[in-house]
């Protein structure tokens, strides 16, 4: 089986995504091949990766000093507290800006691991080895990391973009099928925002997709990351085009932080609901075709997300996503900006509407959808 090389090109660096199967076994060529040499090394590891990965690793690095760093991921310890905690354990190591961190993991370690790495020093050698579907097609590329706070998801962060991304599909065998279907919203998001044809081949290999056939689970995670490289290469730092990224965010981080970050919901899952509400409201505002509407319904409706939404948001929780939804880092001039369809393949930035008009419509869509 082939492996896929992308190039990402920003402003701060270019670095190669490498996508295939048991590619992290040769981790110490490839660091060679791409000049990444250090003397220390800290593996920042998510303990839900099997530890054959980390005994792995660390035989194939053997000739180095390595560091680990345990991590129990979860949204609730994605914080300034943690990051200061692996930035100590870093200085007392006594690591130099030319060592190395390696982020082993899921979105939620990638997220920490680049944003220690941005500040440590200005700024150490990072490379990015993501072991869920989700931060393969996502949270490893594009050099967005962030922890969150008590006022909502993401608002403190900064750009800093990796040396080298590493995403292997040996290690999504391992996955139960939610984190498949968390991996999988950001890959249809990436699709419904820039890419009709895509979307039809997702729609049309679903199955194979969440059967993890080799082949199509390869291509789909290189397809999806060849539309985030595009993206994030006409706008590194999120000014303007990048912010299409965000589609479903906005509902899908309120959703998250109204449950406290809770194991009810996870990122991917409020993802897709968020994309599900952000496609409602785009019908009702008149903004995207009925026959797209229907065709993106229809998908949705294989994951059963009209009756979620109803168990994840109660009628007395609506002040409270509302509220969330406000704090998002996109608004301004105290409206809510929302990403949304005009057309399959094709996505509006600016669209900004007052907090009662949202109430209305989620109320609509919680008692009559």
């Keep these: ?23 992290s076994l040769n981790i110490s060529k490839i660091l060679k091949e791409n000049n990444i040499y ?9 303990n839900k990766v099997p530890i054959k990965v980390l005994k792995n690793l660390k035989q194939k690095l053997k000739n180095k000093k390595i560091f680990i760093y345990k991590i129990k991921s979860s949204e609730k310890i994605k914080n300034i507290s943690t990051v200061n905690k692996i930035v100590d354990f870093t200085l007392k190591k006594k690591f130099h800006r030319t060592d190395l961190i390696i982020s082993v993991g899921g979105g939620i370690v990638s997220d920490i691991s680049g944003f220690v790495s941005s500040i440590f020093k200005r700024g150490i050698n990072f490379v990015n080895m993501p072991t869920t579907l989700l931060s393969q097609v ?20 900064s750009f800093y973009q990796p040396n080298l991304v590493l995403s292997d599909i040996e290690f999504l065998k391992s996955l139960p099928k939610r984190e498949i279907t968390c991996g999988y919203a950001e890959i249809l998001k990436h699709a419904l925002v820039r890419n009709k044809k895509k979307f039809l081949f997702l729609n049309k290999n679903l199955k194979k997709i969440f059967n993890l056939d080799e082949k199509i689970i390869s291509k789909t995670i290189y397809e999806s990351c060849k539309i985030k490289k595009d993206i994030i290469e006409k706008d590194p730092l999120e000014k303007n085009f990048r912010k299409v990224l965000n589609y479903g965010h906005t509902f899908g981080h309120a959703f998250e932080a109204n449950l406290n970050y809770s194991k009810k919901l996870n990122h991917g899952e409020a993802v897709l609901l968020g994309m599900f509400c952000a496609n409602n409201f785009a019908y009702k505002k008149n903004i995207i075709k009925k ?20 168990k994840i948001v109660k009628k007395n929780d609506l ?8 704090t998002d880092k996109k608004n301004y001039n105290n409206k809510i900006n929302l990403i949304l369809l005009d057309r399959i393949g094709s996505a509006k930035i600016n669209n900004t509407y007052n907090a009662t008009d949202l109430i209305s419509f989620l109320r609509d869509l919680l008692i009559y959808k």
Excluded: W
Excluded at 1 to 23: A, C, D, E, F, W
Excluded at 138 to 157: C, E, F, R
Excluded at 319 to 326: F, G
């Design 138 to 157: 996502d949270a490893s590329i594009g050099g967005k990391t962030g922890v969150n706070s008590i006022y909502g998801k993401n608002l403190i962060g």
């Design 291 to 310: 026959n797209d509407f229907n065709i993106i319904r229809e998908h949705f409706s294989k994951f059963n997300l009209s009756n979620k939404i109803k």
């Design 319 to 326: 002040a409270s996503v509302i509220n969330y939804m406000k």
């Design 1 to 23: 089986m082939k492996n896929y090389k992308i190039l990402v090109k920003t402003n701060q660096r270019s670095y190669p995504v490498i996508i295939g199967k048991n590619i």
């Design 38 to 46: 250090f003397q220390k090394c800290l593996i920042i590891y998510d």
